[in-house]
């Protein structure tokens, strides 16, 4: 697969009514979001890498079981799939950065395994900030790495679903209204960082990438 040769799916990703919804609502839906071949590629390395991926943390750094217990593997520049899903959130940043100004800088995403019964209890992926808020100044050295956070990005690697096996995402729009979001096979959720949000318990393994584009740089 080509690089180039599908980045312009992250155009399609941002059309102009997903980023009216973006803005407005804070969230967009892009279903068919991936090419087949990438879709499966991703599919495949995902279950592929399942031994390296580890219990995941919360916010603070610990594990905590009790509000999430999914497991994760981050996506690295040697991966053959996941790099090439890195780069369309690279381009959906750079795109994100023309449309809004939104200082995006950098992105990162991992594989992320839910068995049957976990959940992500509701948080925030960046409870402080004002996503679209410019960070120039003197305390834009003081963000820390949650706080950094200006889009959230999940993508569904589940072959099927059935909606009788729930797992949704429970997610509060900009207006307080609360939406399901199923995850449906190649579908990706675009969402303001600084959103309520839970992953709901399912009757079935999901597997899913998990994505943030971020202000801040890179620590090392």
């Avoid at 994100?96 to 395994?113: F, K, M, P």
């Avoid at 199923?182 to 999901?206: G, W």
């Avoid at 597997?207 to 890179?218: C, F, M, N, T, V």
Wanted: aromatic share 10%; glycine share 4%.
């Amino acid at each position: 697969m080509d690089t180039i040769d599908y980045l312009e799916q992250a155009d399609y990703w941002l059309s102009d009514p997903n980023l009216h919804a973006l803005v407005e609502q804070g969230f967009c839906i892009v279903d068919n979001a991936c090419p087949a071949a990438l879709f499966e590629a991703l599919m495949q390395e995902s279950m592929q890498l399942q031994a390296e991926f580890q219990q995941a943390k919360i916010a603070q750094g610990g594990l905590n079981q009790a509000i999430r217990g999914d497991t994760t593997r981050w996506l690295q520049p040697e991966d053959s799939a996941g790099k090439l899903y890195l780069a369309l959130l690279e381009k959906l940043g750079s795109n994100l950065n023309q449309q809004l100004y939104s200082g995006i800088r950098r992105v990162e995403a991992h594989y992320a395994a839910y068995a049957v019964g976990d959940f992500y209890k509701l948080h925030r992926d960046n409870p402080v900030s004002n996503n679209f808020h410019v960070t120039n100044g003197p305390h834009a050295t003081k963000l820390t790495q949650q706080q950094s956070r200006v889009i959230s990005t999940v993508f569904y690697l589940n072959p099927v679903w059935q909606s009788e096996w729930h797992g949704e995402l429970h997610l509060q729009d900009n207006q307080q209204q609360w939406h399901n979001i199923l995850p449906m096979p190649n579908r990706l959720v675009i969402f303001q960082s600084n959103l309520l949000h839970e992953v709901c318990p399912a009757t079935h393994e999901r597997r899913s990438i998990a994505g943030w584009l971020r202000r801040d740089e890179p620590l090392f």
